[in-house]
Structures are given as structure tokens and as C-alpha cells.
């Protein structure tokens, strides 16, 4: 199989927040790119929409949607991400609150995909995709 094993909640759980984020971060970018091929896009458009899904701001407005449904120890999960700090400065470009949400949001997402819980994960992916396609439908009115 090309993907690792999955880890136990434990394992996991012993990560630092910042190793949880880098694989969320991919995870997030594949979830994303895999709705915008589904769209039948030209790669042009799909890279402008995946540039527009994949960052900071985007990803912390994702976890204000998501965050009523957060379990506990999920909530616990994203505040560690958000508290981690980086060796480099949040991009210029990006706000420094909403990276260090989007740092705890990209957490949440590799530790649901590294303890195998898909189910979980696509809940949220859905939850959050199908939101910003009717903010962009509402605005295209």
C-alpha cells in the first residue's frame, strides 16, 4: 500500500502539533483538489480555485464552520495547532490569526487522517466545501 499505516489515537496524539499540520496541510490540498477535478475544470481554473481554498484566511473561515461539531478532544486538537510556533513568521500576505487557526485546523486534519477516521474527516471536508459553493452561488446571484 503507498500510504503509511494509520497510527493509533495515541500515537497520534504524541505527534507535535506542528508534524499534525504538515500532513493536514496535504490532506486539505488533496480533499480540495480531488472536489475541483470532480468539477471538470480546465487545470487553470482548478489551480486559481485551489489557490483560493488552500490558505490561511480560507482555512480559518473552514474552521469556524466546522467548530460547533468539534468533540472535545478535537477542540483540544486545534488548540494545540493554533498555540505551536513555527520556526518562520506567518507569510506576508496572510494574517497572523487567521495562520495560527489555520495552523489548528490543518492539525485536526492529519490527526483525523493519520488515526484513519475518513468518516470524520469527510464530514467536515463536505461541510466546508458545500458552504463556500453557496457563499460563491449567493454572491454569483
Not at 507569510?91 to 490569526?97: A, D, T, V, Y
Request: glycine letters at 8%.
Amino acid at each position: 500500500m503507498f500510504l503509511a499505516q494509520g497510527m493509533n489515537e495515541r500515537e497520534a496524539l504524541l505527534l507535535n502539533p506542528l508534524q499534525l499540520a504538515y500532513m493536514g496541510d496535504s490532506v486539505w490540498e488533496m480533499i480540495v483538489r480531488s472536489r475541483l477535478i470532480q468539477q471538470r475544470k480546465n487545470v487553470h481554473h482548478m489551480h486559481d480555485a485551489c489557490v483560493e481554498a488552500v490558505n490561511a484566511g480560507a482555512q480559518a473561515r473552514g474552521l469556524a464552520i466546522i467548530r460547533p461539531e468539534l468533540t472535545e478532544q478535537e477542540r483540544a486538537i486545534v488548540q494545540r495547532g493554533r498555540n505551536a510556533h513555527p520556526k518562520h513568521p506567518s507569510p506576508k500576505n496572510q494574517n497572523p490569526g487567521d495562520y495560527a487557526e489555520a495552523t489548528g485546523f490543518e492539525a485536526l486534519l492529519g490527526y483525523l487522517f493519520l488515526t484513519d477516521n475518513y468518516l470524520r474527516l469527510e464530514k467536515f471536508a463536505g461541510m466546508i466545501l458545500d458552504h463556500e459553493e453557496g457563499e460563491r452561488e449567493t454572491q454569483n446571484v
